[in-house]
């Protein structure tokens, strides 16, 4: 009796997709990440002569840095924009003949899809400007590269979601998101070594090797430099995790597992907490 | 149609809705008045499953609200007090959207927006519109599925005279149509002259809920449904 209209979902991120893309905020979005990720790209012809052929490895390994930084930013603002709009709109919405969950998927949907365009576009042109230069070495690291960059921004959309849920008060909501942001991308990293200096040998192994999971821009970034070969300038984490695992097949697969888990759960628990609030 | 029984909603320790039952007929229309604050609103938002009630029960045309949601609200066209939709969107993409939720097609959404008298503005932006405009289009939204049900938050608020005047056309329209109306209204005139039934809502409570006429004969004879009005709510709530 409770089953979800697949129709219905696919509406209402049509017409999510719509809204966001005439966003002023995603079209700022997606020329700032085009110009970044294309000039990335240039830089790395351009320091062709100097340090030899840049070709799409090692630029994406370049690209890594400012997805990990801008990705989660952007979802945040946007799924956090998005659920704690216009109470009008929600509440016209929501009296529709549609179950709040379908109106919670449609709306996550409709948001990814417009991130997703935004990121693609980019990350095309630049790919478009290194194959013109180097050739198709490495497109297939480059195209699984750019999943998990879109991998991580659906992450952080399904978090901000659960925060906007969480958190009735627009200001109240964007203050988590931004302290998310600050959490994952910044603080993460120096917490877990900081605990980690307090423990020895296999237990700091293992601390750094746990923690990799509870963050999603570690996992992708870790995921990111087995797929770019670059494992070299692996941060503790990564390399323990290679040496638990003992291979990067396994290890992306480990990775994206949990990262599609960091999706599911977040989003689980908002259905769970939208059907039990008020609109 | 419509079946509300002991409705209670509290927001924390505050009680918005306290015990609140009434019934509507099919084909009636039934106005909620009251000061701000007093119910209303939380009221209606229960009966389209937007509010989820502490207490009590809705069932309308037989359907509990809370267990048979998306069948409920299939019979239901709800207005909010504040109507807003996306600004970039234009009116076409909106009723269209709105119509494509309740499987009607295109060519009808399209229709029902040049019979609203958008034409020459389907096109545009809802952001280059007035705040009647909106209004307006938040009508064509509700009555482009023909429910049988509609309820309307305070549908006059933000209306200039002909606004009002185009809502009070609409709402007789959808009456000459057999429609079960809910309205929640400050202008007691428009209940006066649109209204079979008032509720009318004191800090949570019901008041009163008759007919118009039968609340002027049994207290006000010679009064006016101002003098009423105040009768139930009383100056205490304004010193409040």
């Known amino acids: ?279 | 149609m419509i079946s509300v029984q002991h409705l209670t909603k509290q927001y924390g320790k505050f009680t918005a809705v306290n015990d609140v039952s009434f019934d509507v007929k099919q084909g009636e229309v039934f106005a909620f008045l009251g000061p701000n604050g007093s119910g209303k609103t939380t009221t209606l938002k229960s009966i389209v499953g937007l509010c989820l009630p502490t207490h009590g029960t809705i069932l309308v045309n037989g359907l509990d609200v809370r267990k048979r949601p998306k069948e409920a609200k299939n019979l239901i066209s709800y207005l909010p007090q504040r109507v807003i939709f996306p600004e970039t969107l234009t009116a076409s993409e909106v009723v269209r959207f709105y119509g494509s939720i309740r499987n009607i097609s295109r060519v009808a959404a399209d229709e029902a927006l040049a019979n609203a008298g958008f034409n020459g503005f389907s096109d545009k932006p809802v952001n280059e519109f007035s705040g009647g405009m909106i209004q307006r289009l938040g009508m064509t939204v509700i009555s482009l599925p023909d429910s049988p049900i509609l309820l309307l938050d305070e549908p006059t608020a933000n209306l200039d005279p002909q606004g009002v005047k185009q809502f009070r056309d609409f709402i007789l329209q959808q009456k000459a149509k057999g429609k079960t109306i809910i309205f929640s209204t400050h202008l007691l005139a428009e209940a006066e002259q649109l209204a079979d039934r008032v509720a009318i809502f004191v800090s949570g409570k019901l008041g009163a809920l008759e007919s118009i006429d039968d609340l002027r004969t049994t207290f006000l004879k010679t009064g006016t449904i101002e003098d009423l009005y105040l009768h139930y709510v009383g100056s205490s709530h304004y010193e409040k």
């Open chain 1, 1 to 279: 009796m409770n089953t979800m209209n697949l129709l219905l979902i696919t509406r209402i991120a049509r017409q999510e997709l719509l809204v966001n893309i005439r966003n002023k905020w995603t079209i700022i979005f997606a020329v700032v990440f085009g110009v970044l990720i294309v000039g990335i790209s240039y830089i790395g012809i351009v320091a062709e002569g100097f340090s030899g052929m840049q070709n799409f490895t090692r630029t994406s390994a370049s690209m890594l840095n400012l997805v990990l930084y801008i990705v989660p930013l952007v979802s945040l603002i946007m799924g956090t924009l998005s659920f704690t709009g216009d109470r009008g709109t929600t509440e016209l919405l929501f009296s529709q003949p549609v179950f709040r969950a379908e109106v919670l998927l449609g709306k996550v949907l409709g948001l990814f899809f417009s991130l997703t365009l935004s990121m693609v576009i980019g990350f095309v042109v630049a790919g478009g400007i290194i194959s013109s230069v180097t050739g198709g070495e490495g497109l297939l690291q480059y195209a699984m590269f750019v999943i998990l960059s879109l991998l991580l921004a659906l992450v952080f959309l399904v978090v901000a979601v659960l925060i906007a849920t969480t958190n009735n008060r627009t200001s109240r909501a964007f203050g988590i998101s931004l302290f998310a942001w600050f959490f994952f991308v910044l603080f993460y990293d120096l917490i877990v070594l900081g605990v980690s200096l307090l423990f020895k040998g296999q237990t700091a192994n293992i601390i750094l090797f746990l923690s990799l999971f509870g963050n999603p821009v570690d996992m992708v970034r870790v995921a990111s430099l087995i797929i770019l070969d670059n494992v070299t300038i692996f941060g503790a984490a990564g390399a323990a995790l290679l040496r638990f695992l003992g291979g990067s097949g396994l290890s992306i697969t480990l990775l994206t597992g949990s990262l599609l888990l960091w999706i599911v759960i977040p989003l689980v628990i908002s259905r769970r907490l939208l059907n039990k609030q008020d609109i």
